[in-house]
């Protein structure tokens, strides 16, 4: 994989030299008042570029007003500092493509970018209010509008790029999207650097997806998202997202900071996340879900922070739809230290993660499979977690002799809440085998009534300088049940 990513870089590089040749936005007489509708003009630009074997479209400072454009092949948009690209807040500015909408969308095109210190701004709150007035006038159709919430394909994302090959993200600065903010879909050849995401104006603005994409780097970003921060996706049982690198970013949301899933048919294979800090995040800092039949394989988690995060770890495999069952396998955790919150990690945030799954107690680090497909192949090494206790019996207690009232919930929508109350106060493991723990350090900070760790049908576990720290009487640190070879060093 390593080779993948070396060639990703170069090839980038050698793309961005080629496309040299500047234009100038107002020579295409693109207005920067930031009130003439430049729609029409920027396209033009756009296809001229193409047309004329390609270059930069530059925005220089000003405020440019715009509905939707499409990028063509070998053009690059590019924002100096200063320069603002405005989304308009009429829904019928932007063309649907199947079930998405964008304000800047490509499909089929190669050696296309978004460079530049300026800044993309959907606006994303207004847009969103007028997709919702439209619905209720009956003349944009939502049959499952739900809370004055339209679906997220009626509400245009910032980038939605389809099918495209070499693609540089760099620089810029998106934000206050209606929807998702950016989603690369079927993409290869993508690198994703030193951008600012700041999207909290509405409901699923998740920072980025990237969906059944090959050859990706998301690199030196930041990420302030009401949803998921990162997050990979498998949308087709055929297709897989792989070879990606995801590094020393920082990320805050109001879901996961980084996500695999829910879409999950093809899977995930060969995803290195490295040098990464997490805070403020209402989920888990990293979900490994797949729940619709995809694999999971091959993935390296080094030098994580997770900060005031609502929960750590959370492994899942599900059955959303009978008969799709996933797998999960080779999975490496190491050089982690987290903090989890007392209290909602992501209160006093525009859009927080829904206050409805609370109250209960605080949630373990999960790894759990399903009674007929294990998660395998696990090692969590050099890790430590810091807990806040203070567990309360009152929240449905589940104890140790009746660990069988733990819902499967197999057909669930992954999240490490989906259990309710849970007997381990630290990690908790089932349906899992060949899972190692290697120098695990948990520390509870008020006493719990709950056992650290707890095993629930796992075989073959190894237990290597397991440190436990919590106050009150002492308990045994790891129980477990319908469990083998169980080996605590």
């Not at 004055?148 to 009626?154: A, F, N, Q, V, Y």
């Amino acid at each position: 994989m390593k080779s993948k990513f070396t060639f990703l870089v170069c090839f980038l590089f050698f793309v961005n030299t080629l496309i040299a040749k500047d234009y100038k936005a107002s020579f295409f007489g693109i207005e920067s008042n930031g009130q003439t509708m430049n729609t029409n003009s920027i396209q033009e630009a756009i296809n001229y570029i193409h047309e004329n074997g390609g270059g930069r479209l530059v925005f220089y400072v000003g405020r440019y007003l715009t509905g939707a454009v499409s990028l063509k092949s070998n053009v690059t948009i590019h924002l100096e500092e200063g320069a603002v690209l405005l989304g308009s807040v009429n829904p019928f500015d932007y063309k649907r493509t199947g079930y998405w909408t964008g304000l800047i969308t490509a499909l089929d095109q190669e050696n296309i970018g978004i460079t530049g210190k300026g800044i993309i701004d959907g606006r994303g709150y207004d847009l969103s209010q007028n997709v919702l007035t439209m619905v209720y006038r009956g003349i944009l159709k939502d049959e499952k509008l739900n809370s004055d919430r339209p679906k997220e394909g009626l509400r245009p994302q910032i980038i939605y790029f389809k099918k495209c090959k070499s693609i540089v993200i760099q620089d810029i600065t998106l934000k206050n999207s209606a929807s998702w903010v950016q989603q690369y879909n079927q993409c290869t050849n993508l690198l994703v650097d030193n951008i600012t995401v700041d999207s909290k104006s509405f409901w699923n603005n998740d920072g980025i997806d990237v969906l059944d994409c090959d050859s990706v780097i998301i690199k030196n970003s930041y990420f302030d998202s009401s949803d998921d921060g990162i997050c990979l996706k498998s949308e087709g049982a055929k297709q897989i997202c792989q070879n990606v690198l995801i590094y020393n970013n920082t990320i805050r949301s109001s879901a996961s900071g980084i996500k695999f899933g829910s879409y999950s048919f093809g899977g995930f294979k060969n995803i290195k996340i490295i040098n990464n800090t997490v805070f403020d995040t209402y989920r888990s800092a990293i979900t490994f879900a797949t729940v619709d039949g995809g694999l999971i394989e091959n993935i390296v988690v080094d030098s994580l922070v997770a900060i005031n995060t609502g929960n750590v770890f959370f492994f899942r495999i599900g059955e959303r739809r009978t008969g799709r069952k996933g797998s999960m396998k080779k999975i490496q955790v190491s050089n982690v230290y987290a903090e989890v919150s007392a209290t909602k990690a992501d209160q006093g945030y525009p859009y927080e993660g829904p206050i409805e799954h609370m109250p209960r107690n605080i949630s373990p680090a999960i790894i759990t499979g399903m009674p007929d497909v294990k998660i395998e192949d696990v090692t969590l090494k050099n890790i430590e977690i810091k807990y806040p206790g203070g567990g309360n019996p009152h929240y449905a207690k589940i104890g140790l002799d009746e660990l069988d009232k733990v819902p499967e919930r197999i057909e669930a929508y992954p999240e490490f809440s989906m259990f309710k109350e849970l007997p381990a106060w630290g990690i908790y493991i089932r349906h899992a085998s060949n899972i190692k723990i290697e120098n695990v350090s948990i520390t509870c900070k008020e006493k719990d009534y709950r056992t650290p760790v707890v095993l629930d049908d796992v075989h073959k576990i190894i237990f290597k300088d397991l440190k436990v720290k919590e106050p009150g009487k002492k308990k045994n640190s790891v129980f477990s049940k319908n469990s083998t070879d169980v080996d605590i060093d």
